[in-house]
């Protein structure tokens, strides 16, 4: 990848556009607006809250990361998103009963000015959800030129000079890529033939890229990650990322294995079960729905622990993971691990793990900084796969031929190198020897 020789400015404000205006959607929204008012603190962004270090240790140079890069302000930053529920953002806030009432009073006028437009929906990819502000249902071709067209009536009606979208909406069936995701000119033709393999994220993607928009996917769907996506977006110069927002449990995961294995402790099993009341944990009650988030949970110990590398640590390791729909407990998901592990001489050992945690508010700051960084991205001239940004993914998208890195700390030294290297600073290695020489 060529490095950048300049970054366009953030002039003008940057339409951040949401497929899916539910819980986590509502719950980036009215945040933004707090911390803009000067309400609540952006806490869990990194774009605000964290700092990099520039150059040796000893040159005390650690700006924060919103000074060191050319990022947009929140103030520049004006939302809108599509549902197949006609709730406004306060409104579905409300129902999400994530950001408490007070909260939501303090921002209701501007919460409630955001109402969504029709979603892109067919049914059978996310069964539990019978939507009622949709779109008449036509060619999946033609409801990517209407997916088009609010894309440019809402960027036209709102003076934004750009945007950007990321994909908070459901999990959907588990779609293997076929045929028609081969290439641009396959995916074109199954679009005009309504191929069943063109799941809902899928065309609003399309859309997105087909108007130079940069598009993060939050969920495990397919969505933006196959050949054809990969090949249009390479071509229209439009940075892509994905999937799954790392939230709770996988965090946990991506934090507590590489510590686990920097120590070689062995690990004979980890099961994993998680409880969630929300809009995601209805959907993922659906067996076809829960594959799609299986294989992304499951695909994390394995490339973390490397059991072809060290298979007498965890060569014989059994990993099991469960969801349960549990209406009582509402956004407050509660994710709990058994590892069993073992030492020296084979000694065995137990880590529990019991996180109380809250799904939209962990995701609400990865929604942030996916949209500033991708904004950054495209004004930078980067294309295609965005790997740097792993670090927001519990299924990381990458170039062809490459395994993911799952591991939470190489993830973060990636992303800083990268935006090291986006402004012409030294990437450190953390070597070390030269304090020595």
Request: proline share 6%; aromatic share 10%.
């Amino acid at each position: 990848m060529k490095q950048p020789t300049t970054i366009e400015s953030p002039q003008g404000k940057l339409g951040v556009l949401l497929p899916g205006l539910g819980a986590v959607a509502t719950t980036t929204i009215a945040g933004v607006m707090l911390v803009r008012r000067g309400l609540a603190k952006p806490f869990g962004s990194l774009t605000q809250c964290g700092t990099i270090r520039l150059g040796k240790r000893t040159d005390g140079r650690v700006p924060r990361i919103r000074d060191f890069l050319p990022l947009c302000e929140l103030g520049q930053l004006d939302f809108g998103g599509w549902d197949i529920f006609p709730d406004n953002a306060f409104e579905s806030a409300r129902k999400a009963e994530v950001v408490g009432q007070g909260h939501l009073d303090a921002v209701r006028e501007e919460l409630a000015a955001i109402g969504p437009m029709a979603g892109a929906f067919y049914p059978e990819y996310v069964k539990r959800l019978s939507g009622t502000h949709t779109k008449p249902l036509v060619s999946k071709a033609e409801m990517v030129e209407a997916l088009r067209a609010d894309i440019r009536g809402f960027v036209a009606a709102h003076g934004c000079a750009r945007a950007v979208a990321i994909w908070c909406g459901s999990t959907e069936v588990f779609i293997m890529p076929s045929e028609v995701h081969q290439s641009v000119a396959a995916f074109e033709r199954g679009l005009a033939r309504s191929d069943p393999g063109i799941s809902n994220s899928q065309l609003y993607a399309w859309a997105c890229i087909k108007e130079g928009v940069p598009f993060g996917n939050g969920a495990p769907n397919l969505t933006v990650d196959f050949p054809a996506a990969w090949e249009l977006a390479r071509e229209r110069g439009v940075p892509i990322a994905g999937k799954d927002f790392k939230t709770g449990q996988t965090l946990m995961k991506t934090i507590i294995a590489p510590g686990l294995k920097a120590r070689m402790l062995g690990v004979s099993g980890w099961f994993s079960t998680n409880i969630l009341g929300n809009r995601d944990g209805e959907v993922l009650d659906d067996p076809e729905s829960f594959r799609s988030k299986e294989v992304s949970k499951l695909g994390v110990l394995e490339y973390i622990l490397q059991p072809q590398v060290y298979a007498d640590l965890y060569g014989r390791l059994y990993h099991k993971v469960r969801i349960e729909y549990y209406p009582p407990r509402g956004d407050a998901k509660e994710g709990w691990d058994n590892i069993d592990l073992f030492g020296w001489l084979g000694y065995p050992m137990q880590m529990k793990i019991d996180f109380l945690c809250r799904d939209s508010i962990l995701a609400a700051p990865i929604v942030l900084d996916l949209a500033l960084l991708l904004d950054l991205a495209r004004r930078a001239g980067l294309a295609g796969i965005q790997e740097w940004l792993s670090f927001y993914f519990k299924s990381p998208m990458t170039a062809p031929g490459l395994y993911p890195e799952h591991d939470l700390f190489i993830q973060l030294m990636k992303l800083k190198n990268t935006m090291r290297w986006l402004r012409g600073e030294t990437s450190i290695t953390h070597l070390g020897h030269e304090y020595y020489d």
